[in-house]
């Protein structure tokens, strides 16, 4: 059974391009898609995926807050913070997310997908 994933980003060029690469790997299914944090945490409730791929800065509900939240309703299920600001992220502290990747390097996020979601 494929791995479900929910992804969630302001930008839905981006969001398109993190699902063309997620279904061309026949392990990985892209369960949900949202557009800020709050509908995330919304989908996440309905769809409980197994990995979660979000950006930091988004409208409504930015990608820590609903990081926070999604980790106290789903403690097991990673998240990889996919964002422009990679560099000042990685120097927050007590982050609730398994990996930062910058969105100019997608070969490292699916090194990530497949190391925090294997099949």
């Known amino acids: ?20 690469m997620l279904e061309e790997q ?7 898609e949202a557009a800020n944090g709050a509908e995330a945490i ?3 409730k309905k769809e409980i995926p197994d990995l979660i791929i979000m950006d930091l800065s988004m409208a409504v509900m930015n990608g820590i807050d609903a990081a926070h939240e999604l980790k106290k309703l789903f403690p097991h299920v990673p ?4 964002t422009q600001h990679a560099d000042m992220a990685a120097h927050l502290s007590d982050l609730p997310v398994d990996r930062i990747v910058s969105k ?13 979601a294997p099949v």
């Open 79 to 82: 998240i990889i913070l996919f």
């Open 1 to 20: 059974m494929p791995k479900r994933v929910l992804v969630v980003d302001d930008n839905p060029m981006i969001r398109h391009l993190i699902c063309r």
């Open 42 to 44: 919304d989908l996440a």
């Open 26 to 32: 026949a392990d990985y299914k892209v369960c949900a």
């Open 104 to 116: 100019n390097d997608s070969a490292t996020l699916m090194r990530f997908v497949y190391a925090l």
